[in-house]
Every structure is written in structure tokens, then in C-alpha cells.
């Protein structure tokens, strides 16, 4: 990974910021880094396969926004019982 670049940008010639945690392909859990990285060399040699990973991307990051929209929306449940 170029520092603070997103390879599969720079893979299909563009030159924008790593996502970091917003991006669905981002490990929290494994050290906070990109899944991706251990394939740098790969996706900058494929771009087919890192715009394939793009519009994935843009669809996961799609799918959650819109999951994260309906949770807002929907009325905080009642509660079964009155509380005392």
C-alpha cells in the first residue's frame, strides 16, 4: 500500500485517500488495515480486477448505507409490560 493511497484507485490510474474504516474491505480486527494490501502488487498489476473491486466496494458501502438508514427510520420497539 502506498501510505494514505487506496491501490485499487491507484490500480486504475487515480490517486484518492484510503477509505480507512469506511470502506467494506477494511480489518478492524486484524490490526486496522486494508484485507487488500497483502495483494498490492497484484491489483496494481490487474486493473480489471481492482475495478471489479471498485464497483464491489461501491455496492457493499451502498447495501450498508441503506441498512443503516432503515434502522434509523424504525420506531425504537415498545416495551411488553408498562414499567412500574
Do not use: K, N, Q
Request: glycine letters at 8%.
Amino acid at each position: 500500500m502506498t501510505a494514505g493511497l487506496c491501490t485499487l484507485e491507484l490500480a486504475v490510474g487515480r490517486e484518492e485517500g484510503c477509505p480507512g474504516y469506511r470502506c467494506p474491505f477494511w480489518d478492524s480486527a486484524d490490526g486496522a488495515a486494508c484485507v487488500l494490501g497483502r495483494i498490492d502488487d497484484t491489483l496494481l498489476a490487474a486493473p480489471a480486477l481492482a475495478r471489479h473491486l471498485l464497483e464491489l466496494r461501491t455496492a457493499l458501502v451502498g447495501v450498508r448505507r441503506a441498512y443503516e438508514e432503515d434502522a434509523a427510520r424504525r420506531p425504537l420497539s415498545a416495551p411488553t409490560e408498562p414499567c412500574p
